[in-house]
């Protein structure tokens, strides 16, 4: 006698869930692949290339010492940060939408895997440039500058994964 695989699973197919439940768990994994994208942006833009001001809240909260750059250094090592950080959160999202959230076999595994960093790479691309235009021409700080960011790809990467690269 084989026990269940997860609670998801009846007789080895998995039970679809509704929409609203769907969307929360979309909500709940795509925290925590925030949680660890944000967490390597940070790192990265406070060791590696540097782009956090004294003011930002991090940096105040945490009492980290940061290094001084110019706004157009800052913008660009804000976005070679977040890109670093996109490929780690990205591959995190997607383990989590595969295992909990949609149902994989719209395609074969490495089309699967090729539209989903795709389309997350299209959305990365427009909110980081979002970003390093907030922070260049508008002077915004980067805390808030990366969070355009995040909002934008959350709304892209929903949709597009839902539709077009998951059976939903």
Partial sequence: MHARKSAKMEDGVRIKSGPFVQFVKYGLSGGLATIVHITIFLI?????FPALQENDYVVAMLGLSVAKVDVATRSLNAMLSNGVAWFFGNLVSYFLNIFWVFESGRHNRIIEIGLFYLISGVSVVMGTGLMGFLIRYYNMQ???????YLVSAVLINFAMRKFFIFKG
Avoid: D, H, L, S
Wanted: hydrophobic share 60%; net charge positive; proline share 0%.
């Fill in 44 to 48: 990265a833009a406070w060791k590696v």
């Fill in 142 to 148: 980067t805390t808030y500058a990366a969070t355009a």
